[in-house]
């Protein structure tokens, strides 16, 4: 079934930049160019709360994961941490020298992560309000920092065009990835922390495998990329476009699932409630929308595997088939005019050939990135390589 849209939000007097839910999905949190950030009740006929604070744009706003707190980043160059309640009162914390761009809790709680057109991504602890570090080697804007869902790394984004990742302890930036062809908007880690996933102006969404620092996936639209948000079940990834529509890529087809029509302009901003049930888009025409996602997400797999070949092109897709899927399509047409009980035998044994097929696959590529790189022992190549070994044997006993 389609998502469908549950709920419309006016309030806004100017383009929309930012959503996020609480963990409870009773409120939705919003800011806006009109300086304003609103948080609206999900219960019908409750009234929102428009906080009134920043001297200029709210350009990001993101819950606390107890959502007792809502911080928003401005072009004032301040954050401030509200509680959305009644009284609507925050705490400001000068931040950095230009525009706030991004605000991001860690899954703790405990800290957070601001980035700015000053060209640094900054660390605080949230209690105290207390600035901890900078990190600072992009050369241009930074759009967007996040923290990976174990908190131990931070990846940012910026008109640099590259995409950063860097080690919180250490401070140090561990890798740099330098594919895209314009300005990155948007980037976020995927829920298993494996890979992450970057918006751009060049219209790609590109997702990468940070263990091996390689592309797994690109998605090539037509417009300009704003925002994406991963489903909390890895599978799934919606982007928010300046060709006003929201698109649904299914990571594990490595295939484009939903357009959504949705904004008149440019649809700004787009994320998941945290249980996935439902995701808020805001655009350009000053509104904030919440959809019911509908599709079935009882599928709780590995998040995207690697596409083989071509990439999404609007609303259809070349080569992106598995190797595995092909052999084992070729093997059901073979087994059709068995019977009942022996295709329900035959569908264990695909569904284990898929996996020993997805392990075997996995094998090879870390193989011979590790060879390349040398990064790890003798020892241990010899282990991969007698794994694959075992798995080869199994399948041609």
């Known amino acids: 079934e389609d998502p469908s849209l549950e709920r419309h939000f006016?309030?806004?007097?100017?383009?929309?930049?930012?959503?996020?839910?609480?963990?409870?999905?009773?409120?939705?949190?919003?800011?806006?160019?009109?300086?304003?950030?609103?948080?609206?009740?999900?219960?019908?006929?409750?009234?929102?709360?428009?906080?009134?604070?920043?001297?200029?744009?709210?350009?990001?706003?993101?819950?606390?994961?107890?959502?007792?707190l809502v911080a928003s980043g401005s072009r004032d160059k301040t954050v401030r941490l509200w509680i959305p309640s009644l009284k609507g009162e925050s705490t400001v914390?000068?931040?950095?020298?230009?525009?706030?761009?991004?605000?991001?809790?860690?899954?703790?709680?405990?800290?957070?992560?601001?980035?700015?057109?000053?060209?640094?991504?900054?660390?605080?602890?949230?209690?105290?309000?207390?600035?901890?570090?900078?990190?600072?080697?992009?050369?241009?804007?930074?759009?967007?920092?996040?923290?990976?869902?174990?908190?131990?790394?931070?990846?940012?984004?910026?008109?640099?065009?590259?995409?950063?990742?860097?080690?919180?302890?250490?401070?140090e930036c561990i890798h740099t990835f330098c594919e895209h062809g314009g300005f990155v908007n948007h980037v976020d880690f995927h829920p298993g922390g494996t890979c992450i996933a970057a918006a751009g102006t060049d219209s790609t969404v590109k997702l990468w495998d940070i263990r091996m620092n390689r592309l797994l996936q690109h998605y090539q639209g037509n417009s300009v990329v704003n925002s994406l948000s991963f489903h909390p079940s890895g599978n799934y990834l919606v982007t928010a476009s300046n060709d006003s529509t929201l698109k649904i890529l299914d990571l594990l087809e490595g295939r484009l699932l939903y357009t959504l029509h949705s904004h008149q302009g440019p649809a700004t901003c787009v994320a998941f409630s945290r249980d996935g049930d439902l995701f808020a888009s805001g655009g350009s025409d000053e509104q904030v929308m919440v959809w019911k996602t509908n599709f079935d997400t009882a599928d709780y797999g590995d998040g995207p595997k690697t596409q083989k070949s071509g990439s999404v092109e609007g609303s259809h897709h070349t080569g992106v088939e598995m190797d595995c899927g092909i052999h084992l399509k070729k093997t059901r047409t073979q087994d059709s005019g068995r019977n009942h009980g022996q295709q329900e035998e035959d569908t264990s044994l695909m569904s284990t050939l898929e996996h020993i097929m997805g392990q075997l696959d996995v094998l090879t590529q870390t193989v011979s990135i590790l060879e390349q790189r040398l990064t790890l022992t003798e020892d241990k190549l010899k282990e991969c390589l007698e794994n694959q070994q075992k798995i080869i044997q199994n399948k041609t006993n």
Do not use: E
């Open 93 to 171: 914390f000068k931040a950095h020298t230009a525009t706030v761009r991004s605000v991001h809790f860690s899954s703790d709680g405990q800290s957070l992560v601001t980035a700015s057109d000053d060209k640094t991504v900054k660390v605080w602890t949230v209690h105290r309000q207390k600035f901890l570090f900078s990190l600072s080697q992009h050369i241009n804007w930074v759009r967007c920092a996040r923290f990976s869902p174990d908190g131990r790394l931070i990846v940012s984004s910026s008109d640099d065009k590259t995409v950063k990742l860097w080690d919180k302890t250490s401070r």
């Open 10 to 68: 006016k309030g806004h007097r100017d383009a929309v930049t930012s959503v996020d839910f609480s963990l409870n999905k009773k409120q939705l949190a919003s800011g806006s160019m009109d300086s304003c950030l609103m948080v609206w009740s999900m219960k019908p006929q409750m009234r929102a709360y428009r906080f009134v604070g920043h001297k200029d744009a709210v350009m990001c706003v993101h819950f606390s994961p107890s959502g007792h």
